[in-house]
């Protein structure tokens, strides 16, 4: 089983719509979550982190976070084509410092 | 500096040859870390340095791959005798300090390497 685990898709939606997208992580004892946006040839950058259970906003993003499923998810909403990019979940497990990242769900807003 | 920075950004060697890629953090980041992404992958954990020491280097794919960070700043990974395998972008990150502690990392804009 992978330490984090994302559907590569692509995730299509039209313009305006809610996307949402998953992640699971195997480490019942991860603490901090992190949602990356990466654009093709570009370096991941920061959208959200996440630590406590429940629902997170920022702006058109929320991330939601529960734990006993070992589950964590973000939504965007009123997408935009400019949100097309790869959205990488990654997962600070316990005890460790290092961020272990999922293979990313790309996707693709359609105008 | 504004952001991590990274050099070279393109580097192409040939198979065998000795690779240094150099990494200069966000000034007052005490954590950095090294990480490699192939195309459609997540980027891949290779090396942790908390200051000076690598508190983590479990991602090191062999011993042909080294990283020092000696003033706790600047950081070089080295790669020896080349291999086609070794070819992917080798992304850089710092955060303010550690984080289990609530920082988070910042990504430069990568190493792309070609091993031919």
């Known amino acids: 089983q992978k330490e984090v685990e994302q559907n590569s898709g692509p995730l299509s939606v039209p313009e305006g719509a809610i996307a949402s997208l998953n992640c699971t992580y195997s480490?019942?004892?991860?603490?901090?979550f992190f949602w990356y946006r990466q654009y093709s040839g570009k370096s991941p950058e920061l959208i959200m982190f996440?630590?406590?259970?429940g629902d997170k906003e920022d702006g058109r993003f929320t991330a939601q976070l529960n734990k006993a499923s070992q589950y964590v998810s973000l939504l965007i909403r009123d997408s935009q084509p400019s949100d097309s990019a790869t959205y990488l979940c990654a997962v600070n497990q316990g005890g460790y410092q290092k961020v272990t990242f999922g293979t990313g769900t790309k996707l693709q807003v359609i105008p | 500096g504004a952001g991590v920075s990274q050099t070279p950004s393109n580097k192409v060697t040939e198979k065998g040859k000795y690779v240094e890629l150099r990494c200069d953090p966000i000034?007052?980041?005490?954590?950095l870390y090294w990480y490699r992404q192939s195309l459609g992958q997540g980027p891949e954990f290779l090396i942790y340095f908390q200051g000076t020491g690598a508190a983590d280097d479990s991602g090191l794919p062999n011993d042909r791959f080294f990283a020092v960070r000696p003033e706790g700043s600047v950081s070089t990974l080295k790669i020896q005798r080349t291999e086609r395998g070794d070819s992917a972008v080798y992304l850089c990150a710092s955060s303010l300090g550690p984080t289990l502690s609530g920082n988070t990392i910042y990504f430069g804009e990568g190493s792309w390497l070609t091993v031919v």
């Open positions: 480490d019942r004892g991860s603490q901090s």
């Open positions: 000034s007052g980041h005490t954590a």
């Open positions: 996440i630590y406590s259970n």
